[in-house]
C-alpha cells in the first residue's frame, strides 16, 4: 500500500480553512462538559447505589437511543445544514442538562429524573457525533482529512482531559449540581461557536460532482467515483417513502462496499469497547485502588493524554504500514484491558489508560481518515450512523454483561470480555486488509 504524500499534519493549513478554528472550540468545550458529566453522574451513582449494575444501566441509557435514532438522523444529516443541526442538538442538550441540574441544586432530584436526563442525551448524542464527522468531511478538503481527524480527536481528547483533571475537584466541592451546570453552559458555548461556523444555508445535497481522491493512507479510493446530484423537491422530502428509501440507498452502498463495511466494524468495535469500559473503571478505582472521585478522574485524565499522543503520532503511523499500526493498536488494546485489574497502583493505571488512548487515538484517526476518503458526501451521514447503530448494539450487550459479571463473578473476568471486544475489531481490521474497493458500488439516489 503507497504511502500518501499529504498525510503529513498541517497544523498552519488547517486552521486556515474557514470555520475550522471554530469547529475546533466547539468539539473541546462540548466534550469537556460530556466528560465532566459522565464521570460525575457515574460517581454519583455508584456512591449512591453501590451497584455496577445501576451504572451499567447509565451506559445502556446513554446509548439505547443508538438503536433507533441514527437511521432516521442519518437521513436528516444528509438533507439538512449540518451546522444547523449541531447548534439545535446543542442547544436542546443545554436546555435538558441545565433543568437538571437545578433540580440538583434545590435537592429534589430523583433517580429517575438523572436517567431520563441521561436518555436523552443519547437521543442527542445518537445524531451529534454523526454530524460532526460528516461536516468535517464538508468543512475540510480532501487532502487535509487525516489531519483534520487528528486534530478534531485532540480537541475531543483535550477536553476530556481537561475534564479528568477537574472533574474531582469540583465534585467534591459543588457536587452533581455543579457538574451538569458546567456541562449545560459548555453545550451553550458550543452551539454559538457552530453558528459562527459559517454564513448561509448549505444543504450537503448541493455537494455533488465532487471527485474523490485517495488521500487516506489505509485505504484506496477509486480516483474517478463521483457523487451524483441529488433532484429532490422540497414537497417529498420528508415523506416516510423517500426517508425509507433514503435509509435503503445506505444499506445498499455498505453492501457493495465490503471494505467500509469492515472498516466500519472496526470502529464500532473500538468504540464499543471504549463506551462499556467506562462500567469497569469506575469500579477499579473505587473497590479495586480505593480512590476517591479524584483519582478516578486522573484514569481518565491518563486516557485523553494517550489520547492527544496518539493524535500527534497518526501521521507518523499514515507513512509506515498503516494497517500494520490498525492492528497492532487494537491488540493492545484487547490484551492491555484484560490485565488492567492486575494494576494495583494508582499510578499503574493511569499509565496503562494513557497507552490505551494512544491506541485509541490511532484506531480512530486510521479508521475515519479512510472512511472520509472513500465514501461520497452525500452518503456520509447515513454511513456514519450505520456504524453507530453497530457501536451501539455491542455497547448495549457489553456494558450490561460487562456490569452483571463485575457484580455476580468478578471484576477480573469481566476485563476479559472488554478485551474480547477489542479482539473483535482486530479481526475486522484484518478482514479490511484482504478486500478492495468497488468503484461501481455507489448507488445512484434513490428513485421517486
Same mark, same amino acid.
Given at each position: 500500500?503507497?504511502?500518501?504524500?499529504?498525510?503529513?499534519? %498541517?497544523?498552519?493549513?488547517?486552521?486556515?480553512?474557514?470555520?475550522?478554528?471554530?469547529?475546533?472550540?466547539?468539539?473541546?468545550?462540548?466534550?469537556?462538559?460530556?466528560?465532566?458529566?459522565?464521570?460525575?453522574?457515574?460517581?454519583?451513582?455508584?456512591?449512591?447505589?453501590?451497584?455496577?449494575?445501576?451504572?451499567?444501566?447509565?451506559?445502556?441509557?446513554?446509548?439505547?437511543?443508538?438503536?433507533?435514532?441514527?437511521?432516521?438522523?442519518?437521513?436528516?444529516?444528509?438533507?439538512?445544514?449540518?451546522?444547523?443541526?449541531?447548534?439545535?442538538? %446543542?442547544?436542546?442538550?443545554?436546555?435538558?442538562?441545565?433543568?437538571?441540574?437545578?433540580?440538583?441544586?434545590?435537592?429534589?432530584?430523583?433517580?429517575?429524573?438523572?436517567?431520563?436526563?441521561?436518555?436523552?442525551?443519547?437521543?442527542?448524542?445518537?445524531?451529534?457525533?454523526?454530524?460532526?464527522?460528516?461536516?468535517?468531511?464538508?468543512?475540510?478538503?480532501?487532502?487535509?482529512?487525516?489531519?483534520?481527524?487528528?486534530?478534531?480527536?485532540?480537541?475531543?481528547?483535550?477536553?476530556?482531559?481537561?475534564?479528568?483533571?477537574?472533574?474531582?475537584?469540583?465534585?467534591?466541592?459543588?457536587?452533581?449540581?455543579?457538574?451538569?451546570?458546567? %456541562?449545560?453552559?459548555?453545550?451553550?458555548?458550543?452551539?454559538?461557536?457552530?453558528?459562527?461556523?459559517?454564513?448561509?444555508?448549505?444543504?450537503?445535497? %448541493?455537494?455533488?460532482?465532487?471527485?474523490?481522491?485517495?488521500?487516506?493512507?489505509?485505504?484506496?479510493?477509486?480516483?474517478?467515483?463521483?457523487?451524483?446530484?441529488?433532484?429532490?423537491?422540497?414537497?417529498?422530502?420528508?415523506?416516510?417513502?423517500?426517508?425509507?428509501?433514503?435509509?435503503?440507498?445506505?444499506?445498499?452502498?455498505?453492501?457493495?462496499?465490503?471494505?467500509?463495511?469492515?472498516?466500519?466494524?472496526?470502529?464500532?468495535?473500538?468504540?464499543?469497547?471504549?463506551?462499556?469500559?467506562?462500567?469497569?473503571?469506575?469500579?477499579?478505582?473505587?473497590?479495586?485502588?480505593?480512590?476517591?472521585?479524584?483519582?478516578?478522574?486522573?484514569?481518565?485524565?491518563?486516557?485523553?493524554?494517550?489520547?492527544?499522543?496518539?493524535?500527534?503520532?497518526?501521521?507518523?503511523?499514515? $507513512?509506515?504500514?498503516?494497517?500494520?499500526?490498525?492492528?497492532?493498536?487494537?491488540?493492545?488494546?484487547?490484551?492491555?484491558?484484560?490485565?488492567?485489574?492486575?494494576? $494495583?497502583?494508582?499510578?499503574?493505571?493511569?499509565?496503562?489508560?494513557?497507552?490505551?488512548?494512544?491506541?485509541?487515538?490511532?484506531?480512530?484517526?486510521?479508521?475515519?481518515?479512510?472512511?472520509?476518503?472513500?465514501?461520497? $458526501?452525500?452518503?456520509?451521514? $447515513?454511513?456514519?450512523?450505520?456504524?453507530?447503530?453497530?457501536?451501539?448494539?455491542?455497547?448495549?450487550?457489553?456494558?450490561?454483561?460487562?456490569?452483571?459479571?463485575?457484580?455476580?463473578?468478578?471484576?477480573?473476568?469481566?476485563?476479559?470480555?472488554?478485551?474480547?471486544?477489542?479482539?473483535?475489531?482486530?479481526?475486522?481490521?484484518?478482514?479490511?486488509?484482504?478486500?478492495?474497493?468497488?468503484?461501481?458500488?455507489?448507488?445512484?439516489?434513490?428513485?421517486?
Amino acid at each position: 500500500m503507497a504511502s500518501d504524500p499529504h498525510s503529513t499534519l %498541517d497544523w498552519k493549513a488547517l486552521f486556515r480553512v474557514p470555520g475550522f478554528p471554530f469547529f475546533f472550540f466547539a468539539m473541546f468545550v462540548s466534550l469537556f462538559g460530556t466528560g465532566m458529566n459522565f464521570a460525575g453522574v457515574t460517581w454519583y451513582v455508584l456512591g449512591a447505589t453501590h451497584s455496577t449494575v445501576k451504572v451499567s444501566l447509565i451506559v445502556i441509557l446513554v446509548t439505547l437511543p443508538g438503536l433507533v435514532v441514527p437511521p432516521f438522523g442519518g437521513v436528516l444529516i444528509d438533507r439538512v445544514d449540518r451546522r444547523y443541526l449541531g447548534v439545535t442538538l %446543542d442547544a436542546a442538550r443545554a436546555v435538558i442538562v441545565l433543568g437538571t441540574a437545578a433540580l440538583a441544586y434545590m435537592g429534589c432530584l430523583s433517580m429517575w429524573e438523572l436517567y431520563s436526563m441521561v436518555f436523552l442525551l443519547g437521543v442527542g448524542f445518537a445524531v451529534y457525533w454523526s454530524t460532526t464527522n460528516a461536516l468535517v468531511q464538508e468543512l475540510v478538503p480532501r487532502e487535509q482529512l487525516l489531519t483534520a481527524n487528528a486534530t478534531v480527536l485532540i480537541a475531543v481528547q483535550g477536553g476530556m482531559t481537561a475534564a479528568g483533571a477537574l472533574v474531582g475537584f469540583t465534585f467534591d466541592r459543588a457536587g452533581l449540581a455543579g457538574i451538569l451546570g458546567i %456541562d449545560g453552559t459548555t453545550y451553550m458555548i458550543s452551539a454559538i461557536c457552530l453558528l459562527l461556523l459559517r454564513h448561509g444555508y448549505h444543504a450537503p445535497q %448541493d455537494a455533488h460532482n465532487t471527485r474523490l481522491v485517495s488521500a487516506a493512507p489505509t485505504i484506496e479510493a477509486p480516483p474517478e467515483m463521483s457523487e451524483p446530484s441529488l433532484m429532490r423537491t422540497d414537497e417529498d422530502l420528508f415523506a416516510p417513502s423517500r426517508v425509507f428509501a433514503d435509509i435503503a440507498e445506505g444499506l445498499t452502498y455498505l453492501q457493495q462496499q465490503p471494505r467500509v463495511l469492515a472498516l466500519g466494524i472496526t470502529y464500532a468495535c473500538m468504540m464499543a469497547g471504549v463506551i462499556s469500559a467506562n462500567v469497569l473503571v469506575v469500579a477499579l478505582a473505587k473497590d479495586l485502588l480505593a480512590t476517591g472521585p479524584g483519582g478516578y478522574g486522573y484514569i481518565e485524565m491518563g486516557w485523553a493524554f494517550g489520547a492527544i499522543v496518539g493524535g500527534l503520532a497518526a501521521s507518523a503511523a499514515a $507513512r509506515n504500514r498503516p494497517y500494520r499500526v490498525l492492528v497492532l493498536a487494537l491488540a493492545i488494546l484487547a490484551a492491555g484491558h484484560t490485565l488492567f485489574p492486575f494494576a $494495583r497502583t494508582l499510578a499503574a493505571a493511569v499509565a496503562m489508560n494513557a497507552l490505551f488512548g494512544v491506541c485509541r487515538a490511532l484506531v480512530g484517526v486510521l479508521t475515519q481518515s479512510s472512511i472520509m476518503t472513500t465514501v461520497p $458526501r452525500r452518503l456520509m451521514g $447515513r454511513t456514519q450512523s450505520a456504524f453507530s447503530v453497530m457501536a451501539t448494539v455491542l455497547q448495549v450487550i457489553m456494558s450490561f454483561t460487562l456490569g452483571w459479571f463485575a457484580q455476580r463473578v468478578s471484576l477480573s473476568t469481566a476485563f476479559v470480555l472488554l478485551g474480547a471486544i477489542y479482539g473483535g475489531g482486530v479481526i475486522a481490521a484484518l478482514r479490511a486488509r484482504t478486500l478492495s474497493i468497488n468503484p461501481q458500488g455507489t448507488p445512484t439516489p434513490a428513485a421517486s
